[in-house]
């Protein structure tokens, strides 16, 4: 196609093509799909179910340790379970159980460890409990060979007599091999604890998980939608996670929860453009413009809502309560952490995600990243879901890729980072969603990566984002904010986030 002709096509003529994609069935796929959304008609978003793969082909195994209630005194089981297992013929498990806790041998075992024989028939351990250092360690005692996924084994433990109530106990693995033919697998892991009750509260129950068809994620019927509600993206998912693709396309369908501020078609706004020298390099500054002026004028498409991002970097003493009453603050977006460590867990994010929750202003968050392959992306992604734990989230969590060594790796590789972390968080049931500026995500990211997962766009000093593709959120710029005592990113929002997310019980919503 022409470069001219092209350029119209996905600039003046974006908006009217993206309204008739809505409606509109995909004519050429017809014959072989179904109306997997429910919706009544075969349309774009029966077609972006379509594309989904399962994140299990190329996930690292999955370990984790369960956690328990009980009472001072009493004996609770843990259960170290896999999933993802690509297959293994050798095991070593060593797990720390805290050095207060007290091993116990189930009665009528003949090991601290029993192996949950009916999933894992053939698996055997030797068992040495090294009290010295608060570790049990097993080995598999022969050659074999397993694909299941489930309980591996259950370690019973004893909690002091005068524990405290409140107290919490940790879980972790401390060495572990999972290896075929000499072959040692990656692998994630996942921490357990154990939390200490006031005798006579009532233990939760734990929840009975069943998997959640993903042809039956829309139920509300697709009619006319606005402009801004354009995007549709695909995603990997892993049952029973509900994928970023099955919500996104909810978001046309489903009501509008979100007032918009200023909707109009050519709503324009005056935004302080965000200067190149007022914030640490931790989470670098993405701006695709140099500019000099003090205020620039942005038009904009109709949006649902305006909020704001924020991070350790706007202190520790922002007034949620006054923010509230801001119209550029109708949700705010937390960074989470950064990296792999999670002692990388943003300092203020616990105390706003409390405040603003307080406050009664949706949240999401973001994960800054400094993954180099995707192993490493995988890894944040268990760190950045252990940092978010069962806190509810109305707006999706991003993964914030901007380090300049990683965006100068091939487009492929970059790809694939972004794809590890995306999927690994929507297997654990969280809206992954991608942060990066445009002109990365124009030249550096492949169609299959922006078309299943959802955009959240960062250009500033710009009428609209010269990225040609779809996306739900759009950074645009700084401005001042209720509550806080400096510039704030600010953001549009084009879908109904929360609805969507709550109605497919992701992001902690049950």
Not at 463 to 469: D, H, L, N
Request: charged share 20%; aromatic share 10%.
């Amino acid at each position: 196609m022409h470069k001219r002709l092209r350029r119209l096509l996905s600039t003046g003529m974006a908006a009217v093509f993206s309204i008739l994609s809505l409606a509109a069935p995909v004519a050429a796929q017809e014959s072989s799909l179904s109306d997997l959304n429910g919706d009544g008609v075969v349309d774009v978003f029966d077609f972006v179910m379509t594309k989904r793969v399962s994140v299990a082909e190329n996930a690292p195994p999955d370990l984790s340790l369960s956690s328990a209630e009980c009472y001072p005194g009493e004996t609770v089981t843990i259960r170290a379970d896999i999933d993802n297992n690509p297959g293994f013929s050798f095991s070593k498990f060593a797990v720390n159980y805290g050095d207060v806790l007290t091993p116990v041998k189930p009665e009528h075992a003949t090991s601290f460890t029993p192996v949950n024989k009916e999933i894992f028939p053939d698996l055997s351990f030797s068992t040495y409990l090294i009290e010295d250092f608060n570790l049990i360690i097993c080995n598999s005692k022969s050659t074999f060979y397993t694909e299941e996924n489930g309980t591996v084994f259950s370690i019973a433990l004893k909690v002091p007599d005068d524990a405290e109530p409140g107290t919490v106990y940790q879980l972790s693995f401390q060495d572990i091999e999972l290896s075929h033919k000499g072959t040692k697998l990656p692998m994630l892991t996942q921490r357990g604890k154990i939390t200490v009750l006031a005798p006579g509260t009532p233990k939760t129950e734990e929840p009975v998980t069943e998997p959640l068809p993903v042809t039956t994620v829309l139920s509300n019927p697709v009619t006319t939608a606005p402009a801004s509600q354009t995007a549709v993206s695909a995603s990997t998912v892993t049952v029973p996670a509900v994928t970023t693709a099955a919500v996104t396309a909810t978001m046309a369908a489903g009501t509008t929860t979100c007032v918009p501020t200023t909707a109009a078609p050519a709503a324009t706004t005056t935004v302080q453009a965000k200067p190149t020298s007022t914030r640490p390099t931790t989470k670098p500054l993405v701006i695709t413009a140099t500019v000099s002026t003090t205020f620039i004028t942005t038009t904009v498409r109709p949006y649902l809502c305006h909020g704001i991002d924020i991070s350790s970097w706007q202190g520790d003493k922002v007034d949620f309560q006054k923010a509230k009453n801001d119209p550029k603050a109708q949700f705010v977006i937390l960074r989470a952490g950064f990296g792999k460590y999670l002692k990388q867990v943003d300092t203020t994010f616990y105390s706003n995600y409390d405040r603003a929750k307080a406050a009664g202003i949706p949240v999401g968050a973001y994960w800054y990243s400094y993954a180099k392959t995707p192993e490493e992306a995988r890894i944040e992604a268990n760190v950045c879901a252990q940092v978010l734990g069962d806190r509810t989230f109305e707006y999706p969590i991003a993964f914030d890729i901007e380090e300049k060594d990683v965006l100068a790796m091939d487009i492929s590789k970059i790809s694939a980072i972004i794809d590890a972390f995306c999927s690994e968080m929507e297997k654990k049931g969280f809206f992954s969603q991608i942060y990066c500026s445009s002109y990365y995500l124009n030249n550096k990211i492949n169609q299959d990566v922006k078309s299943r997962y959802d955009v959240w766009v960062a250009n500033y000093n710009v009428a609209v984002p010269s990225f040609t593709g779809n996306y739900g959120m759009w950074q645009y710029g700084v401005s001042t904010c209720e509550g806080f005592t400096g510039d704030v990113d600010m953001d549009y929002c084009y879908r109904d986030y929360p609805s969507a997310i709550k109605r497919a019980k992701l992001n902690n919503y049950k």
